[in-house]
């Protein structure tokens, strides 16, 4: 594989003279949309297992290929910083989801000593355009159009889905939205009169686009939902779609899920289903009122994803139309595991749950089927807080042969993605942005998958969110959930859903990979002594598998 050059550059905004000619030359240079979803667990789409209807989303992946394991750091803002730098979020100062005192790795925004994504694509003559939830530090000076993107309309947070909401987007942690860091109400003439964010973030996105097609210049868009982050809220009529739909209960239509995921060949037993959580109850032991409000929040949560799916479908349809999709690369991912906040039975709040100025979280027993057939949640190192369902469409570059593929011998983490990039643009990843020294990659490039290769991953991958850890390498994998008193030991290869603790059987592997994850801790800036607090939604290893 080609080594990536690097150089140094001052990236401030400007582009050098040399990579502008260097761009206006280059036509075949390959354009980039990453979707980014929030909260969306890892069977939430037909093509991992659904029910819900993603007929949009399930046809980027009959055109492309799924991984069976993808990894992102568990939590939204890590997440994303990882996403943008290619370093892990300790490094890059998220190293938590908000500020903690005293530790430069969790200061609770991006530091300087970084870049992102279209400041690095600057370098090939890139468009770069964002769309959605920032989550990254606008309040703390890190903006969009600071890093790099020459359109964006963004929401610092998220927090909301309809126009109407009345929420005071004076205040500081508001519902605010962003055009090219420009603060715009949400009535403002330059938005349409009546709006769902969704449909939102993809109408800007498609004209932000425009401009590049029109000056015939590749272009990256980073379009990051908030769908299907809590407050769930969706248009009535796709809610009432769904209502009566899960009356059959959590259990009934994870069972469905999973044997769909057989089927499709994802998963290959019937033995690799992990159990329910035992804290979530029997659905025949509810009330018909309590099973009856229990639907209507897995009806509103699926609402939210399938108007996701209908906004991609606007995206593919606008870049076929355009005659620029099969030089597109689409990527699909999403930023955690399933959201069990606040604990199992969620949140439904307000005089109509699912419209404007309501609020639905949907709770750890419909997020047990979100994350189907894996166990525990967003926050958490098992496989159901930190591996997320994982598409790459690009109609070009990907050999018919491997469409509809799904890749179980390799896998890949959020810090691969901008390696990836770097390698297929040809861009130069810089040493330096204005004087500040940026550490080399921490990924490798995902390209070997177009060819239907293998992807070597040359060094172990590592998640640590609120002291739950995990370290993959290879097909081994350890984890340690926060305040557990020891470290579990999995064989993904024979063991996809982490079944089987294996550290007692292979005491030397446990002891070099414990090894290996403290050496990784160190390295990516881990505080160890730091206190957490344990949410509502947790349910030690061990109760799930007695």
């Known amino acids: 594989m080609r080594k990536n050059i690097i150089l140094p550059l001052a990236l401030g905004g400007a582009v ?29 789409f037909g093509c991992y297992g659904s029910e819900i209807e993603t007929p949009n989303i399930d046809r980027l992946a ?24 290619g370093l892990y979020p300790h490094q890059v100062g998220n190293g938590a989801l908000g500020k903690i005192p ?8 991006p530091n300087e000593e970084n870049v992102f994504i279209p400041e690095v694509l600057k370098s090939a003559g890139y468009f770069n355009v964002m ?61 349409p009169p009546k709006w769902y964010s969704t449909h939102l973030w993809t109408k800007f996105g498609l004209e932000f686009i425009d401009e590049a097609i029109d000056k015939k210049q590749p272009f990256f868009w980073y379009m990051a939902h908030n769908g299907a982050h809590f407050p769930l809220q969706a248009p009535q009529k796709t809610i009432d779609k769904y209502k009566g739909k899960y009356m059959k209960g959590w259990e009934e239509i994870r069972n469905v899920r999973f044997r769909k995921q057989l ?98 979280f949907l709770g750890a027993a419909w997020a047990d089927v ?42 890949g983490h959020v810090i691969d993605i901008m390696p990836t990039l770097v390698e297929l643009t040809r861009a130069v990843y810089p040493a ?5 020294k940026v550490p080399p990659m ?53 063991d996809p859903t982490e079944m089987k603790d294996l550290a007692e059987k292979e005491p030397d592997i446990l002891r070099q990979m414990v090894g290996n994850y403290t050496k990784m801790a160190k390295h990516i800036g881990v505080e160890s002594e730091i206190e957490f607090k344990i949410g509502k939604w947790y349910t030690p290893v061990e109760e799930y598998l007695k």
């Open 263 to 360: 089927e499709m060949g994802l998963f290959e037993r019937p033995d690799q289903l992990t159990p329910r959580n035992p804290k979530v109850p029997d659905w025949e032991s509810l009330t018909l009122e309590e099973k009856e409000r229990y639907d209507l929040q897995m009806a509103i949560y699926a609402a939210v994803i399938e108007e996701v799916d209908r906004s991609i479908g606007d995206v593919v349809n606008h870049l076929k139309k355009k005659g620029v999709l099969e030089n597109t690369l689409i990527i699909l991912l999403s930023d955690n595991g399933g959201n069990g906040e606040p604990g199992i039975e969620g949140r439904f709040a307000g005089k109509k749950p699912g419209a404007v100025n309501s609020t639905v």
């Open 16 to 44: 050098s003279p040399l990579a502008t000619t260097y761009a206006q030359q280059t036509t075949d240079k390959p354009n980039i949309v990453l979707i980014l979803l929030d909260d969306v667990g890892y069977s939430d």
């Open 62 to 85: 009959e055109n492309g290929i799924r991984l069976r394991h993808f990894y992102n750091q568990a939590r939204s803002a890590p997440t994303r910083a990882s996403l943008m730098t």
């Open 432 to 436: 330096s942005r204005d004087g500040h």
């Open 102 to 109: 005293g530790y430069s790795a969790y200061q609770g925004h």
């Open 370 to 411: 979100a994350n189907t057939p894996f166990f525990l949640y967003k926050h958490h190192g098992h496989e159901g807080g930190c591996n997320t369902p994982y598409i790459i469409s690009y109609p070009k570059g990907i050999d018919k042969s491997l469409n509809n593929t799904i890749r179980k011998d390799s896998y």
């Open 442 to 494: 921490e990924g490798e490039s995902l390209l070997p998958l177009l060819k239907g290769q293998q992807v070597n991953q040359l060094k172990p991958v590592i998640v640590e969110h609120e002291g739950n850890k995990m370290l993959r390498e290879g097909d081994w994998k350890i984890v340690q959930e926060y305040k557990e008193p020891d470290w579990r030991l999995y064989n993904l290869k024979n």
């Open 131 to 191: 769309t959605g939830k920032w989550h990254l530090g606008h309040y703390q000076g890190v903006t969009p159009i600071k890093r790099g993107f020459d359109r964006s309309l963004n929401a610092p947070f998220g927090g909301f889905y309809f126009s109407t909401d009345v929420k005071n987007p004076k205040k500081a942690n508001g519902n605010t939205l962003f055009l090219n860091d420009e603060r715009v109400a949400f009535d403002d003439p330059r938005l």
